[in-house]
């Protein structure tokens, strides 16, 4: 825990050099809140209920989703996946596998002291400005606040799992410019983020429930809008766990068999 | 210390496929470039040693010391540091490392020095008196104080260089590997990482394994040589007797007091001239340096300054290059 400490203390130190660029991502955050909220505002005046849910539940399922965006979307140094790639092609990979730690161990603290800093210069500022001015509900109990964090939290372990597995994939391939859109593309439709889950075609909803990227989105957003009873919400909890520990299993197993045969660029 | 039994690695390189959907057809449909980088080397180092390894660029330097500290698996063979094998073993042999590749920085680029100090603290788990010991001695050494506090991107490269030896040896490593450490650094800064070196190893009897392609660093630094090329061992012996093996022409240098004499001696071989100076060479085993002497003085030319001079390091590489056809 001390070592996650002093990566969060460098990614702190790190991005605050860039302030003037966080101003503008909280800008682009309320702007993109209050796009879609102007959007799911215009659907419900066209047919209320086509929502499924009440407006307000509406609204901040979609602006709370805008506001994870901030740092859940996968680019530049976010991306797990890119990062990877980068270093496999400079060949500064090198210098992780120098650390006598494990090299999943150290992305996943790299990748998760930058997100938990992010969260508070960026997504805490919106959602702030978005319940202030926007009409943005405050979750409904205590109880939905506490499962949300810990939602989040699990929601960030799939994330980041799946995005490993897509590196690993780029160490192997060499090139993921044309999987990662792909998968950019599958997170954003399967999520949740975009659209709510529960409008989907009773199929295809019926797939993204078997599917780890509703983790991301759904059952985080789902549990802040207080669509879930307390039995909903563990059962739900638990099937982030499970995700989240296949994928991180499955991350370290084809990380062991992408180590043997991993060739280092540069002398 | 360092065992390394007939250690070969080959890279399978990914042909990269043509087409629109290639990053996708990669995945099952594959073609493989191979290139033998170190082809069936062995080597033992021992405790407090401090070894040359050199060879010409793509000759398996850079590979062998990236087998040695973990980070690639040899495809054949065993290596064996202090006792464990570093890609089975590599987190606890990172503990027992320390590694500069002086063509790259392990530093965090946007953090003080010291930041990252304190974060490769954490992730080797150095105890508090430790840290602060090493910090002290180092900073010492080699005079960081001025920069310590400065991001890495902004630190000139001996600067960056002094950091990352620092930042090698912070959990006290009982061998490291230094890969071209002082590639594109500055005279003076050279000298100082130089003296770094020597004191580690001599004071601290840190076995040293370096790759360089400056000379200087070899004659000034190390007794013993590995030369590599090709992926395979060349040469592994004492500067010593690779300067009696391929070192055997001596440089003699005359100043005349007239311009531009010719002289034709037998055994003699001119090398360089300028209006007052010639330099020849002579092999010594063939005529000592008294004769070679004797014939130049023996001229009807008047004589200013005369000196005698072994082959230089460079030199003998050059001949010993020339000699395995490298």
Redesign the interface.
Known sequence: M??Y???V??QL??LT?YRFEFVMKVLYGCIAMYGVRCLWYALHAQNPALLGRSLPDMITYAMMAMAMDLVFYPSGDNAVYDCMNAQVKS??I??D??????FQRQMLYRNASRMMVLSWVLVLPAWLLAVLFMGMQLPSSLVHLAAFFVSVGLAYFVLFSLSFLLGL?GM????????SWAYRGLVDLLSGKLVPLWLFPPMLMQCTNLLPFRCIYDIPLNIYTGAFDAAEIFRQLGFQCMWALALMSAGHLLWRKV??????Q?? | MITVQKVTKIYKIPKRLDGKSAALRSLWQRAYDEKIAVNDISFDIGSGEIVGYIGPNGAGKSTTIKMLSGILTPTAGDILVDGLAPHQQRREHAKNIGVVFGQKTSLWWDVPVVDSFRLLKEMYEIPDETYQENLRVYMDMLEMGGFLNQPVRQLSLGQRVKADLAAALLHNPQTVFLDEPTIGVDAVAKERLRQFIRDINQIRGVTVLLTTHDMVDMEKLVNRVLVIDAGRIAYDGTIHRLREQYGRNRRLDVVFAEHSPHIDVPGLVQVAAAPYRRSYTFNQQEMSAEKALGLIMNQPFTIRDITIQEADIEEIIRNLYTAKGM
């Open positions: 001390k070592c400490r002093a990566f203390r460098q130190n790190s050099l060949g500064s090198d210098t596998l120098l650390r006598p730690m494990g994939l192997i391939t060499m090139d993921i410019r044309h999987i180590h043997l045969r991993l060739t280092v540069g002398g």
